[in-house]
């Protein structure tokens, strides 16, 4: 084996531009999730509505469960259970 030989990627493992595609798809979700939630039409008039209870949600469809494990694996997300995920704050 020479020094150029290193193990390669498996086929389908995510690329780095997938796992930022996918992140931002999830973040963006997130975020459309918690406005609906905070804009609904039960609360009490007099209130000034309220903050939103979601911290977790299914991931957008399009990219694969390999993507969501792998963000899991990077310390981005956090599984919820039942195919739920949050998303861990990122200090910074």
């Known amino acids: 084996m020479s020094s150029t030989d290193s193990p390669s990627p498996s086929p ?3 690329t780095p ?3 930022k595609r996918a992140l931002k ?3 963006k979700r997130l975020k459309l999730e918690r406005l609906d939630d905070e ?3 039960g609360r009490g008039p007099m209130s000034k509505g ?3 209870g979601i911290v977790a949600i299914t991931p957008p469809i399009g990219y694969s469960p390999a993507v969501w494990a792998e963000l899991v694996n990077q310390g981005k ?3 919820a ?3 739920v995920y949050e998303l861990i704050a990122q200090s910074g």
């Open 77 to 79: 997300l956090r599984r």
């Open 81 to 83: 259970g039942q195919g």
């Open 25 to 27: 798809a999830f973040k």
């Open 12 to 14: 389908d493992a995510p």
């Open 50 to 52: 309220g903050k939103s």
């Open 39 to 41: 804009s609904r039409l």
């Open 17 to 19: 531009q997938e796992l």
